[in-house]
């Protein structure tokens, strides 16, 4: 039934280049939304969201700040600090001030999410297996291509958003 729904929306919305871009907006805040409910109700001990930001910071070379890291997600410095906040509590991380910036604080993996990700990350890869199974190489390879061009949009859009304000 849901599929049924979810095809009369794609129909619906696939005559018009102007309904097109609003099912893609639409689509991508929905389909972000369902992947967080399936992950947070299905990956142990922390939310989608903290195991996105454990595993961006466990790949950086160098400790950066809370407002970079919510640059990086794409979220503000505040959320980064209550997702921190979370996973320190929880023995993931520690939070330490900047090397670089004695005003700004860093985040640092603990044992523990070494622990976690040597554990868990073969679930979390079979998961993405299941999610991406029903596309061909080259369908994953174009809609990854066509993911990246997204944020060109995203610049656009802010960049438009600066210059409208400016004029005001």
Same mark, same amino acid.
């Given at each position: 039934?849901?599929?049924?729904?979810?095809?009369?929306?794609?129909?619906?919305?696939?005559?018009?280049?102007?309904?097109?871009?609003?099912?893609?907006?639409?689509?991508?805040?929905?389909?972000?939304?369902?992947?967080?409910?399936?992950?947070?109700?299905?990956?142990?001990?922390?939310?989608? #969201?903290?195991?996105?930001? =454990?595993?961006? $910071?466990?790949?950086?070379? *160098?400790?950066?700040? &809370?407002?970079? +890291?919510?640059?990086?997600?794409?979220?503000?410095?505040?959320?980064?600090?209550?997702?921190?906040?979370?996973?320190?509590?929880?023995?993931?991380?520690?939070?330490?001030?900047?090397?670089?910036?004695?005003?700004?604080?860093?985040?640092?993996?603990?044992?523990?999410?070494?622990?976690?990700?040597?554990?868990?990350?073969?679930?979390?890869? #079979?998961?993405?297996?299941? =999610?991406?199974? $029903?596309?061909?190489?080259? *369908?994953?390879?174009? &809609?990854?291509? +066509?993911?990246?061009?997204?944020?060109?949009?995203?610049?656009?859009?802010?960049?438009?958003?600066?210059?409208?304000?400016?004029?005001?």
């Amino acid at each position: 039934m849901k599929d049924l729904r979810i095809q009369e929306l794609i129909t619906r919305f696939s005559d018009t280049r102007e309904n097109q871009q609003k099912a893609v907006f639409s689509t991508l805040f929905i389909a972000g939304n369902r992947l967080q409910t399936v992950f947070d109700n299905h990956i142990p001990e922390i939310s989608l #969201k903290q195991f996105m930001l =454990l595993s961006i $910071v466990r790949q950086l070379p *160098e400790q950066l700040t &809370f407002t970079q +890291l919510g640059d990086i997600l794409g979220c503000s410095r505040q959320n980064i600090k209550k997702l921190a906040d979370a996973l320190e509590k929880k023995g993931f991380i520690t939070i330490q001030q900047s090397s670089s910036d004695a005003r700004a604080m860093c985040i640092c993996p603990a044992k523990k999410a070494e622990e976690y990700f040597q554990e868990e990350f073969s679930v979390y890869q #079979k998961e993405l297996k299941y =999610l991406f199974e $029903v596309y061909t190489e080259k *369908e994953l390879e174009q &809609f990854f291509r +066509l993911l990246m061009r997204l944020y060109a949009g995203i610049e656009n859009l802010q960049r438009s958003i600066r210059e409208e304000e400016r004029g005001k």
